[in-house]
């Protein structure tokens, strides 16, 4: 069975304090692997795709990079507002392509 | 902004009643997505269209159905609500169906129902 495991479930920090979210899968014939920021009470809102072990993008403070079992979110120099859930999917031809979803890691940047 | 709008933002009903949300997808977006997320729950996939047709079934009760119409919004109807109905339901669009490269999808802001 496809499946999607996301650590720790909470994550606090100082601000400035690096750090690494993990995304871990068991699928068969993946096709993409999807990060979303969620605020509370917003929408999922999209970060970054991942299609091939050894890929990795980019943006602002945050880096992903896939292998073949996991995957990672670096976070750089946090600030508060990168407060948030940050929620992994994965898209398997095992699952009809549809996206199976982890539970999400808490992140919590205190000033 | 995703671009993906549904309405209402906020919705309160009781028991038995029968509500309808809307989502008007990303322009360009042909396939919409239904998602249930309730507190302290991961995100659970309810139902898929692309380009007007049902695409993909999640876990979705036979209490609730959806429909997409020609100009690609979309509509979840759920009914006989029950208490533990409320929660808040995400609908996101992208460009392709599944299986296809760059099929991203773009959540809307969620409308929140509550059944009391």
């Known amino acids: 069975e496809d499946q999607v495991t996301q650590s720790p479930e909470a994550l606090r920090l100082q601000e400035g304090e690096s750090s690494s979210l993990n ?13 979303y920021r969620q605020d509370p009470g917003k929408g999922p809102e999209f970060l970054f795709t991942l299609y091939s072990a050894g890929e990795e993008k980019e943006k602002e403070r945050l880096k992903a990079t ?32 549809q996206l199976i979803w982890g539970a999400g890691t808490k992140l919590i940047i205190k000033p | 902004d995703s671009g993906v709008t549904q309405t209402p933002k906020h919705l309160i009903t009781a028991t038995g009643q029968r509500v309808t949300l809307r989502c008007s997808p990303r322009s360009g977006d042909l396939s919409v997505y239904w998602y249930q997320q309730s507190l302290d729950q991961g995100l659970q996939f309810l139902i898929q269209y692309y380009n007007g047709e049902e695409r993909a079934k999640g876990n979705i009760l036979e209490r609730f159905s959806a429909q997409q119409f020609p100009d690609l919004h979309s509509e979840l109807n759920l009914s006989s ?26 959540f809307g802001q969620g409308t929140r129902l509550t059944v009391v």
């Open chain 1, 23 to 35: 995304c871990s899968y068991t699928v068969s014939g993946l096709r993409g692997l999807f990060w």
């Open chain 1, 66 to 97: 896939l292998t073949k079992k996991e995957s990672f979110l670096h976070i750089t120099a946090p600030k508060p507002e990168d407060s948030a859930t940050y929620l992994c999917a994965v898209q398997a031809a095992g699952s009809n392509y």
């Open chain 2, 81 to 106: 609500l029950e208490l533990g109905d409320s929660a808040l339901y995400f609908c996101a669009s992208s460009v392709g169906a599944s299986g296809a490269m760059n099929t991203e999808a773009f």
